[in-house]
């Protein structure tokens, strides 16, 4: 059990991967989604883009048409308020499960990134446009209809900001830094919402993906070279860059990196080939793997890579190529302890 703030939640028990067990795999949804799947704070139901509509996936009830959405691209599913936020072609726009009482957030165009503080009402927001031929990326702050809105930080113009992210006192977000619309981040901050604020995050070497542990105190970063094969690594390490190791089974590229909600577990995708992808679990500690699957992606592209999220409660992952970037079919992974 966790006390945020006033809120008292009940939080999955700690669990290693010998303690689990993977007892079913099935695809959810034959459309090709685009934008990640996004879980409802009771573990219970997902949301996500396909064919110019917004859905709503339940485990117990299946999928739900809730509105119209164009080019939807990231999706975000917020604790305390239970509304949806998406980005539709760089539009912020938020809305309850059901569709109704939908609304225009006003902030700069085009937005590329949200995510919602998961224990207060305010939703930050990466807004990104080209300034003198070079690309400017600012971070905003915005509850859900607009009525308050303040700039928060400002990155240097030609570098852009990337893998947003809160820390759980919902005081202080991560992002990285990466020049103009490369992929690799060289830069780690964190900033305080409230005031100016910032600290530089070690960053020992380049990272295509950097995770924040749902504790606070630990990142998982895919580095190396993503571009060619057995040039990657899944490494954890503490916030402050100390006790680095590898967490992946061997080199090679990674994608789909993400914490369990305990913050004790991180999965990934390997990727072989054009078309092929071993998704697995590892402990944090470094004490074992889990094999969950052998993913035969429905696109040939070697460049796409593979999104994953975690339930909530723990029991359930979600993955496909729908990053946003690339469009695929969702998966259900189906986790029970032994």
């Known amino acids: 059990m966790a006390v945020v703030g006033c809120e008292v939640r009940r939080t999955p028990a700690l669990e290693s991967t010998r303690q689990l067990q993977v007892v079913g795999v099935r695809r959810i949804m034959d459309r090709p989604a685009l934008s990640p799947a996004a879980w409802s ?3 219970q139901a997902l949301a996500y883009s396909s064919d ?46 059901d569709g109704t009482d939908r609304r225009r957030v006003p902030l700069p165009e085009p937005a590329v990134e949200l995510a919602w503080a998961p224990g207060s009402d305010r939703l930050a927001v990466v807004v990104r446009h080209p300034v003198d031929g070079q690309i400017r990326t600012e971070l905003w702050l915005v509850n859900h209809d607009g009525g308050f809105r303040r700039m928060v930080t400002r990155a240097p113009v030609g570098r852009a900001m990337r893998d947003l992210q809160w820390f759980p006192d919902s005081l202080y977000m991560l992002y990285g830094l ?10 780690l901050w964190r900033v305080r919402i409230s005031y100016p604020d910032r600290q530089q995050i070690l960053l020992p070497a380049p990272a295509a993906m950097v995770r924040l542990a749902p504790t606070g105190r630990y990142l998982a970063t895919v580095g ?19 006790g680095r190791f590898a967490v992946a089974p061997q080199a090679g590229r990674y994608t789909g990196l993400a914490w369990s909600p305990q913050g004790e577990k991180v999965v990934f995708a390997q990727l072989s080939g054009a078309a092929r992808a071993e998704l697995w679990m590892a402990n944090a500690d470094g004490s074992g793997h889990l094999h969950l699957y052998s993913y035969l992606m429905e696109y040939t592209d070697p460049g796409m890579g593979v999104a994953i999220a975690w339930s909530p409660d723990g029991r359930h992952l979600v993955f496909g190529t729908n990053t946003g970037a690339s469009r695929g079919p969702i998966w259900l992974v189906t986790l029970q302890r032994r």
Do not use: F, H
Not at 55 to 83: F, H, Q
Not at 178 to 187: K, L, V
């Open 224 to 242: 190396g070279d993503q571009g060619a094969e057995g040039g990657g690594q899944v490494v954890l390490s503490r916030v402050d860059g100390s």
């Open 41 to 43: 704070p009771d573990s």
């Open 178 to 187: 990466s020049a103009g619309r490369e992929q690799a981040m060289t830069e």
């Open 52 to 97: 110019q509509r917004l859905w709503v996936y339940t485990l117990d009830r299946g999928e739900k048409d809730i509105a119209p959405a164009e080019a939807v691209t990231a999706v975000a599913w917020s604790r305390p308020l239970n509304l949806l936020a998406l980005i539709d072609r760089g539009i912020v726009w938020t809305l309850r499960p």
